[in-house]
């Protein structure tokens, strides 16, 4: 082979390398073909001398369009449930309106009841509230979506409270994931042992007794939970104010990458794509 052949050869050879590459890039971050429209109400309801002021606001990332219109149909009832309880139904502008009056008459009921008790001190739990529920899409893609709502909430007291729930939906069937779906049997003990480590790491301590000393409560409870946020690189498991820590420390989120649980996935998991 001459010398013009083999650089020709070695040329189409890197050209074939990089494509083949790039394809497999591509093969773990399509785009899923579902799309979303933004419902948001907002409503402050004023109150009067007696009754305090309470400031209400709602986001629905609620999806629209879907190839196969029966797991749309799953989904959209998921979303709308999680913004709006149990009991909502597949629509969103009037429930949300619903919801919104259903929050200030919860406020008037709460406030009055506050009011006839004799325990009360002046200006217990009586200031301005607000209620505020904003869902957003944090990952979409590889036919997964993970939907984030977040309930924040002020009652009275010197700050507010927070608390984060996660969905995640495979578009091959519809389903809310939950842990089961991706985990291998008996694998709990080893995560909870990951997750432990982890919190560890990200508080800088060097033994797990130390945790207890800074807020989190019986290590012994601290397991894998059904909230939790898939992404391209790994899971975060959720922990809302009070479940393993002190109310104070809020939220707790806890991250573990792919390569570290790839004994512990199951092999036709929805999120194969995602994890090669």
Do not use: W
């Not at 007696?50 to 799953?74: A, C, G, H, Q, V």
């Amino acid at each position: 082979m001459n010398t013009k052949k083999v650089a020709l050869f070695s040329a189409l050879l890197a050209f074939a390398f990089s494509f083949f590459s790039c394809t497999q890039k591509e093969k773990g971050n399509i785009a899923n073909p579902i799309k979303f429209k933004t419902y948001t109400l907002q409503k402050d309801f004023k109150g009067d001398s007696i009754l305090p002021s309470i400031f209400i606001s709602l986001k629905m990332e609620y999806p629209t369009d879907y190839p196969n219109k029966s797991i749309l149909e799953r989904i959209q009832l998921s979303v709308v449930q999680s913004v709006l309880g149990e009991k909502a139904t597949n629509s969103p502008e009037s429930e949300m309106e619903k919801m919104v009056e259903n929050i200030i008459t919860e406020h008037k009921t709460r406030i009055t009841e506050l009011q006839n008790n004799p325990q009360l001190e002046d200006g217990d739990c009586l200031s301005n509230s607000y209620q505020e529920t904003t869902q957003s899409v944090v990952f979409n893609q590889d036919g997964i979506i993970s939907i984030l709502t977040a309930d924040s909430s002020h009652y009275g007291g010197s700050h507010g409270i927070k608390f984060l729930y996660y969905n995640n939906f495979d578009l091959q069937t519809g389903n809310d994931l939950k842990y089961n779906d991706l985990f291998i049997e008996d694998s709990e003990d080893m995560l909870s042992s990951f997750i432990i480590q982890k919190l560890m790491a990200d508080n800088h301590l060097e033994e797990d007794r130390q945790l207890e000393e800074i807020g989190f409560l019986d290590l012994g409870e601290i397991k894998p939970v059904n909230n939790f946020c898939i992404d391209k690189d790994g899971i975060t498991f959720v922990y809302n104010p009070s479940e393993i820590a002190c109310l104070t420390l809020g939220a707790i989120k806890v991250f573990l990458p792919y390569d570290e649980l790839t004994l512990l996935l199951k092999e036709e998991s929805p999120i194969t794509k995602i994890v090669d």
